[in-house]
DNA sequence: ACCTGAACACCGTTCAAGT
DNA sequence: ACCTGAACACCGTTCAAGT
């Protein structure tokens, strides 16, 4: 008699389709629910089949970050402002490191460059030279920018919501003999972290255009 | 016949003779050998024993940073100058923090300040205000520069030893057409990141410095 | 009061086996 | 070629029991 057609031709898993689940469980259920038991839950799948795409959980977890990076940066391009266009790239790093919390770590941790990585870094090193940093500046800059974006939007993912309040009450609990400053100014602390990223970024902008300015002199 | 004495009274642990077995252990075999069982073994003692000490792992992290941080900043005290004193308190963090990279991320997710960082805190926020800068001024401007200490270091921390070198080549073999820039550029990246940390820092401290010239004009 | 030890509910990963 | 499933070597933590 007949017999049906062989086995499905078509593999179930993909790298794609395993990062799409890992975004839709770190999205639901929080970065420390993706695991490889989970996923294998996700995708009706054994949990060790995820190892016939990628070669352990960090490099699944580095081709997520590169995917959101990508994300990111979609439908960028410079604006004619050096300033606008790092200030656009700084926001859109954020808010992907914000609902991430770790992963500016992975990215950092990783033997080599995403390609995510490297256009960014290609987009910010345009915008500092076009603004007339020379090369040795214009490195240090960059890195004083990448760092300080990833760094405080992730350590600002990773305090939990509403903590700011909790601080703000243990602070104004201090001995004010001992702690004379941050008694007084307790009640502003972590009152906003957006307005204090963007204090600090454009603290680093306006030093870079007034030693534009000192250099043209 | 004469009883020995009761068995011993006096405990073989407390919370200070873990925190020294977790530095040492950090210190020699890297934060992720710090676990429960790790910490028996060390002490010569059963695994689950802590938990008579500290309520779980993480207590005792947050005890541990705490010791880091207030070591850290012992001997400091203001110099006259504001700038001098805020680039001192900020290298002190920092070398903690390149010491132990996941500790700014434990400080960040703590339900409530450490009593060194209030301390901290209070130290910097004097400086600040003695610069002349205004109360909200000052809390933004130090959430910036708290924040770029603690994430930079610690994403600094986090990039293997030597990472530099992998990334100036892979840089250096994008197509120079895609990637101008960074190709240009490559030779000089991540070089040197000491030099970008007070490149940034000092950036932000300009900015301030002007901003207080500004005020008074 | 303090520590032990078995046990529980998890992890990431390897490897031989299936289809 | 791709997926399964048992197994291994770990985790943090709970709780009844010992002394």
Same mark, same amino acid.
């Given at each position: ?6 086995e ?11 990062i ?19 996923l ?53 790093? +954020? =808010?992907?490191?914000? $609902?991430? #919390?770790?992963?500016? &770590?992975?990215?950092?941790? @990783?033997? %080599? *460059? /995403? ?16 603004a ?35 601080? +703000? =009450?243990?602070?104004? $609990?201090? #001995?004010?003999?001992? &702690?004379?400053?941050?008694? @007084?100014? %307790? *009640? /502003? ?14 603290l ?14």
């Open positions: 008699m007949a017999r049906t057609a062989p499905p031709l078509t593999p179930r898993l993909s790298r794609d389709v395993l799409d689940a890992c975004l839709r469980i770190a999205d639901s259920e929080g970065p420390e629910a993706v695991t490889m038991r989970r294998g839950s996700e995708l009706g799948v054994d949990p060790t089949a995820v190892y016939r795409h990628f070669r352990d959980k960090t490099e699944l977890l580095i081709a997520m970050a590169d995917r959101l990076l990508i994300e990111a940066m979609r439908g960028f391009s410079p604006s004619g402002s050096w300033r606008a266009d790092l200030r656009d790239l700084a926001t859109r790093a +954020r =808010r992907t490191y914000l $609902a991430h #919390p770790r992963l500016a &770590f992975l990215v950092a941790a @990783a033997d %080599a *460059p /995403l390609p995510s990585e490297s256009r960014i870094s290609e987009m910010a090193l345009g915008a500092l030279r076009r007339g940093l020379p090369d040795n500046e214009a490195v240090l800059a960059f890195q004083a920018i990448e760092g300080y974006t990833a760094g405080t939007s992730s350590l600002d993912a990773a305090s939990g919501p509403g903590g700011g309040e909790a601080w +703000r =009450r243990a602070f104004a $609990a201090l #001995p004010e003999e001992e &702690f004379p400053n941050l008694s @007084a100014i %307790a *009640p /502003l602390m972590y009152r906003e972290d957006e307005a204090a990223f963007e204090f600090g970024l454009d680093m902008l306006d030093a870079i255009e007034a030693r534009l300015e000192a250099e043209t002199d």
